[in-house]
């Protein structure tokens, strides 16, 4: 079946360093989405990336899809303590898939 | 998102009892969906729903039921609980189905003695 690969599983950080963290999946998706937990809270959706090659920014972050849609990237500039939390992807195959596949997700801690 | 409800929030119950977990949903959403949480599997999706009296198996389906009367409400049953499902539990809606926006609930953490 497919799979979502998420690395790294655990990131610390100074405040005010840079985090990335990456997705891989086994097939090509069709989208993905991207949510963050934050400790003892639920997923809350962040952003969806639709086109190969696809950039998108919120601020301090930024999103990315692969050329082939097979990979995708978070990366948030100068961290700060808000931004402690889990984040995930979470792939879509194709047309008539309804399993959105998450990642294991990439824990962020955030050292003041 | 204090539009999706889930209750209990928190439950212990013993190997064998059948427990429902409760969601409900004010935004009329289409779909709805169940998933489990555990320490190094991330979410996985247990079961779905397209429309009310629509429901189909996810990843992880095996001892669990799920129905759909109504459009705003999705019970999850756990028929004959074992400890293997010990988890936390979210609910998650999406007006545009599993290509669009979910909205998680609060989630409800199950323990199974």
């Known amino acids: 079946g497919q799979q979502v690969m998420q690395i790294p599983q655990y990131q610390h950080v100074q405040e005010g360093e840079d985090f990335t963290t990456y997705c891989n999946s086994s097939?090509?998706?069709?989208?993905i989405q991207w949510y963050k937990q934050r400790p003892g809270g639920h997923p809350v959706f962040l952003i969806q990336l639709v086109k190969s090659g696809e950039v998108k920014k919120q601020k301090r972050l930024t999103f990315q899809f692969g050329e082939a849609k097979k990979n995708s990237s978070l990366h948030i500039t100068a961290t700060q303590t808000t931004d402690v939390g889990t984040y995930f992807c979470a792939g879509l195959t194709g047309a008539g898939s309804y399993q959105l596949t998450f990642g294991k997700g990439t824990k962020l801690s955030v050292i003041p | 998102d204090a539009g999706i409800t889930q209750s209990p929030r928190y439950k212990i119950t013993e190997t064998g009892r059948q427990v429902t977990l409760m969601c409900h949903q004010t935004?009329?959403?289409?779909?709805m969906f169940w998933y489990r949480q555990d320490l190094g599997h991330g979410l996985r999706l247990i079961y779905y729903s397209a429309a009310a009296d629509i429901t189909d198996k996810g990843e992880v389906p095996d001892g669990y039921v799920v129905s759909r009367s109504k459009t705003e409400n999705f019970p999850l049953t756990l028929e004959s609980a074992t400890r293997s499902q010990t988890s936390v539990y979210f609910c998650?809606?999406?007006?545009?189905?599993?290509?669009?926006?979910?909205?998680f609930g609060p989630g409800t953490r199950l323990t199974v003695l």
């Open positions: 935004w009329s959403h289409s779909y």
């Open positions: 998650a809606s999406s007006e545009s189905g599993p290509a669009g926006k979910q909205f």
């Open positions: 097939t090509t998706l069709s989208n």
